[in-house]
């Protein structure tokens, strides 16, 4: 290797401001006249700060109650399925009106006897309701939400 093909590298030196005037970085060092980030320690200011006035969070008066994460699944009693036979799933029980759509959790919960002989497939189902299924004969899968199927068209592009 030659002399003239060495290459040096140098930790790049952090400017110094606020060193006077000649030093190019000055007096306010950069950070303009007044305000609050001309300030030392002003860092970063939240995302809700709005200038010194009343935050949005503040704002926005509290909502009352509380909503449980483990509501979402639409509930159906196990005394219901006594009308079916076969196989059971999220769209027969949304014929039969038990849930409001097929498209939501399911959930399977022990009220009264199954006398039916059921082969269901839905995402939840309480212990007791999958050993009634099973003590009636049937048998208990769990599955995923089945998904809307996309129903617009697609026209040809004119060529």
């Given at each position: 290797m030659k002399y003239n093909e060495l290459t040096i590298t140098r930790n790049a030196t952090k400017k110094?401001?606020?060193?006077?005037?000649?030093?190019?970085?000055?007096?306010?060092?950069?950070?303009?006249?007044?305000?609050?980030?001309?300030?030392?320690?002003?860092?970063?200011?939240?995302?809700?700060?709005?200038?010194?006035?009343?935050?949005?969070?503040?704002?926005?008066?509290?909502?009352?109650?509380?909503?449980?994460?483990?509501?979402?699944?639409?509930?159906?009693?196990?005394?219901?399925?006594?009308?079916?036979?076969?196989?059971?799933?999220?769209?027969?029980?949304?014929?039969?009106?038990?849930?409001?759509?097929?498209?939501?959790?399911?959930?399977?919960?022990t009220r009264g006897e199954l006398t039916a002989k059921i082969n269901l497939e839905t995402q939840f189902a309480s212990q007791s309701a999958v050993e009634s299924i099973k003590k009636a004969g049937g048998s208990f899968k769990v599955t995923k939400i089945p998904q809307r199927q996309a129903t617009r068209e697609t026209t040809p592009e004119a060529a």
């Open positions: 110094r401001v606020g060193r006077g005037i000649s030093a190019g970085q000055g007096k306010t060092a950069g950070r303009g006249t007044k305000g609050q980030k001309s300030r030392t320690g002003h860092h970063k200011l939240p995302a809700s700060f709005m200038g010194g006035q009343r935050s949005i969070m503040q704002a926005v008066p509290k909502l009352k109650g509380f909503k449980s994460i483990h509501d979402k699944a639409q509930v159906v009693y196990l005394d219901n399925l006594n009308q079916f036979t076969g196989k059971v799933d999220n769209f027969t029980l949304a014929e039969a009106q038990l849930v409001k759509t097929p498209y939501a959790k399911t959930k399977i919960i």
